[in-house]
């Protein structure tokens, strides 16, 4: 059993670097590990302590070397380009749909057209260069089919950037001033548009005025590009329980307790062409890159917002990526640079460096003098002239902008590198990594991971002057891998997968179901423990996370989610063999040291009343209450009366098949409301398991998330 559950803790840490598919880099990975041998990579590869070590071993050393060089030799860009015959061919059908009533079949071919188009200027040989215009222009026809005019008004704005003949101008014109009239005339009316700037709104309003469900906005948050953290909890660190969130006051059902945005994410490739690359929108009006059709975006502000940052590298290597069979985690590690750049990157890695006292990217005394040269080196390229002249034309341009009374939150969240001078927070990177736990074997593949990373890196001009393939990496090139190889590490334990709820055909919550879209890093809420019985739930409003309470929590108590076993539906043998493979800890909380029952063996007998002395901690079965009829407590050693306990417990129950029946009427709020209220009292007086109980918290969690980001399809709302 042992070598079993050994086996799945590897099984389970490859794919966190791989995927089940073939590819590249499955290829590459086997075949340096065959190369390089047992004994090479327990003995020499495995004496390695640090990272950039590791990373140099990699292209230096003898034994692996030639291969590895070889292999990423090979490494090109590889993207699905633009078409201009092909977007040609999509606008054509498209009409043909359309005139025969067909709306949303031709919108989906006119998307398909703008997404393929190339610009203007890279191709004159179909429609005279002017297929992106044109497939704009038709898809905004097929918009003001649909009477959705807040679509068609973009796509005619964007139709007008480029240089129109003057009857296709003159048209242009014409139907812009048909929206926009009946925009102005159906104002207060128009539901509004779902985009990523809406998504904000919804997620500011979200924290300042919440009102469903009896929960406080978020008191004393700390407000740093819609991050927000509420006075509720703080992070605490033990030597037992490491970083954790614990509660300092008094939290209710319903409560919010922390809305974040992703440090970095990335969908699944198969959500490409439906969800937003930025903010993970459903996509209704897609925009696509200027260079490739690999990606779409929701809006403009999300295309430039990726265009200045992370795809304007990505760009030309993201079908080599998809294809080389990674991971998931692995892109996101891979974003984690290219969002910041070469000089974050650098100063992250010398912050991390000096942080000492956090051992982050620890050193052996045998490469201290090499690092003592690296950081030196690093320095010198931060306070280059070129580097000093473009913080004097930073700050000039801050300094104009400081009587500014608003700022567009979107593009201060894209604008990173503008503020590359000021400190950077190194704290994500300081998330638990296990690096003390791992095989040289798991080192082994990470590392050749970073090092086909950084190869992608040096083909996309995120170096000024990249090293030639047949020299060593250069000292930059050798912390941004060190770097890749820290993030393939903490990711594989910190990492949160996003979802949209898909709603069912006929009902709002029978037939929903999560829709997992992709993964991202959520540091603050990285830091929450697991708990079988989890004290919170979590849904996503864009590609922010929201954290709510389902049940009351007292000040000191751990505040824990779950991280994938639940006790009602798997027993205590399967939940810890899954963590222990996963994440690598065996949990201790309380379903599991009392190995609570699954739905299949619950009740409501098994719940237990607290004592009603103040300060009392201690718990009692129901059944030891007689009518009439006092009791002694063990813990404060008086006689106690839990009839009015009972009473309370017997209100819950009945409160809890009141919300539910709201819920089966698809009155959220009311539903909302009344179960919060019933959680609320039941945790006041009572301790569970207690199956009905267990329900309301399922069914709140499951109103609450109706609030996020859900999906009726089409097929649904039309037979619905």
Same mark, same amino acid.
């Given at each position: ?483 890749? +190889? *820290? ?6 334990? /910190?990492?949160?997968?996003? =979802?949209?709820? #898909?709603?069912? @055909? &006929?009902? !709002? ?43 009351? +929590? *007292? ?6 989610? /779950?991280?994938?076993?639940? =006790?009602?539906? #798997?027993?205590? @043998? &399967?939940? !810890? ?44 079965? *129901? ?98």
């Amino acid at each position: 059993m042992q070598d079993h559950d050994e086996f799945y803790r590897i099984l389970c840490s490859s794919e966190t670097v791989r995927s089940g598919k073939k590819g590249f880099f499955h290829d590459f990975s086997d075949f340096v590990t065959h190369t390089a041998g047992d004994t090479w990579t327990s003995k020499i590869f495995g004496r390695i302590d640090d990272d950039v070590g590791r990373a140099r071993a990699i292209f230096t050393d003898a034994k692996v070397r030639d291969v590895v060089v070889d292999a990423l030799g090979k490494v090109q860009p590889l993207f699905r380009d633009k078409d201009a015959e092909i977007s040609r061919r999509r606008r054509l059908e498209g009409y043909q749909l359309a005139a025969v009533g067909q709306y949303e079949k031709a919108l989906l071919l006119l998307s398909q057209a703008v997404l393929r188009a190339p610009r203007p200027d890279k191709s004159k040989t179909v429609d005279q260069g002017l297929t992106l215009p044109l497939a704009l222009l038709g898809r905004a026809e097929i918009f003001m089919a649909l009477k959705e005019y807040h679509f068609a008004l973009e796509d005619l704005r964007l139709a007008a950037e480029h240089d129109l003949p003057d009857k296709s101008m003159q048209e242009l014109r014409r139907k812009r001033e048909e929206c926009e009239r009946f925009l102005k005339g159906n104002e207060s009316s128009l539901v509004p548009v779902n985009s990523a700037s809406n998504n904000i709104n919804k997620v500011a309003q979200l924290i300042s005025n919440n009102q469903k469900g009896g929960g406080v906005p978020l008191n004393g948050a700390v407000n740093s590009e819609l991050r927000w953290l509420s006075n509720a909890l703080e992070i605490r660190e033990t030597t037992t329980a490491g970083k954790h969130a614990v509660a300092t006051m008094e939290i209710h059902p319903g409560d919010i307790l922390i809305v974040e945005p992703p440090l970095a994410g990335c969908l699944l490739p198969e959500f490409y062409g439906t969800h937003c690359q930025h903010c993970y929108a459903r996509l209704r009006a897609p925009i696509g890159c200027p260079n490739c059709s690999c990606v779409a975006f929701c809006s403009r502000d999300c295309r430039d917002i990726a265009m200045a940052t992370y795809h304007k590298y990505e760009c030309k290597v993201l079908g080599l990526l998809i294809g080389s069979g990674m991971s998931v985690l692995s892109m996101v590690a891979f974003r984690m640079v290219t969002q910041e750049g070469l000089r974050k990157c650098l100063k992250i890695y010398e912050e991390l460096n000096r942080s000492s006292e956090k051992a982050a990217m620890p050193l052996a005394a045998s490469t201290t003098s090499t690092m003592t040269t690296m950081t030196s080196d690093v320095k010198s390229s931060a306070n280059s002239s070129r580097s000093a002249k473009r913080r004097v034309r930073r700050k000039k341009l801050k300094d104009s902008r400081r009587g500014e009374e608003t700022v567009d939150v979107q593009k201060e969240e894209g604008a990173k590198e503008s503020r590359d001078d000021e400190t950077v927070d190194v704290t994500p990177y300081n998330l638990v990594t296990h690096a003390d736990r791992r095989t040289s074997k798991d080192f082994l593949e990470r590392s050749l991971m970073a090092a086909f990373l950084l190869r992608c890196l040096q083909r996309i001009g995120f170096f000024a002057q990249p090293t030639p393939d047949n020299e060593i990496p250069g000292t930059e090139e050798i912390i941004v891998a060190a770097l890749l +190889l *820290r993030n393939l590490q903490l990711l594989q334990f /910190n990492a949160h997968e996003f =979802f949209e709820t #898909r709603l069912g @055909a &006929e009902h !709002q919550f029978h037939g929903s179901r999560p829709v997992y879209l992709g993964v991202a890093i959520y540091p603050t809420v990285a830091r929450f423990n697991h708990d079988c019985y989890p004290a919170v739930t979590r849904y996503f409003v864009g590609r922010h996370i929201v954290i709510r309470a389902v049940r009351g +929590l *007292r000040p000191d108590d751990v505040i824990a989610e /779950n991280y994938g076993p639940i =006790f009602t539906k #798997r027993t205590l @043998a &399967e939940r !810890q063999r899954t963590l222990a493979g996963r994440y690598w800890f065996r949990c201790t909380c309380r379903a599991c040291r009392e190995d609570w029952p699954r739905f299949e063996n619950l009740t409501n007998d098994s719940v237990r009343l607290r004592c009603p002395t103040a300060g009392c901690s201690r718990l009692h079965s *129901r059944a030891q209450q007689r009518p009439g009829k006092l009791i002694k407590c063990l813990g404060c050693q008086k006689k106690i009366c839990l009839e009015d306990r009972l009473a309370c417990l017997r209100e819950c129950e009945a409160l809890y098949e009141r919300g539910l029946a709201s819920m089966q009427d698809e009155r959220v709020d009311e539903a909302i409301g009344t179960l919060c209220d019933a959680l609320k009292r039941f945790h006041q007086v009572a301790y569970p398991p207690h199956r009905d109980t267990h329900l309301a918290e399922i069914a709140l969690s499951s109103c609450l998330a109706d609030y996020g980001n859900t999906w009726r399809p089409a097929a649904a709302l039309r037979s619905a």
